[in-house]
């Protein structure tokens, strides 16, 4: 209840955090693996998704309604642009394009 007005909000597919620290989807109903669904990100966005593993179907506590807490199918997205993700860098030359800053296991590519 928000200034004494009763708000009614749907809820919609979305990511959640594991205490693993791994992400999931906790959605609407009970769905099945292989099934596309659509998850609704914090900025708006929609993203179609496949169900890789149900990990829980049950009742909202809340809401009284049946929900699932889905593992998603990870996308294989291989090697996009120039730079490592996340900031990383090669130790010994400091770039982000390196090699060794991909794969610790490579060479760096000023040796």
Request: glycine share 10%; net charge positive.
């Amino acid at each position: 209840m928000i200034f004494g007005v009763e708000v009614n909000r749907l809820m919609s597919n979305s990511y959640t955090r594991l205490k693993s620290g791994d992400w999931a989807v906790r959605a609407e109903g009970v769905i099945k693996e292989g099934a596309r669904i659509t998850v609704t990100k914090k900025s708006g966005e929609t993203k179609q998704e496949t169900v890789s593993k149900v990990l829980w179907s049950g009742l909202d506590n809340r809401t009284n309604k049946p929900i699932s807490l889905c593992l998603v199918a990870k996308e294989s997205r291989g090697r996009r642009g120039n730079h490592a993700p996340y900031g990383q860098s090669c130790p010994y030359c400091g770039s982000r394009s390196c090699s060794r800053a991909w794969d610790e296991g490579a060479l760096c590519d000023e040796d």
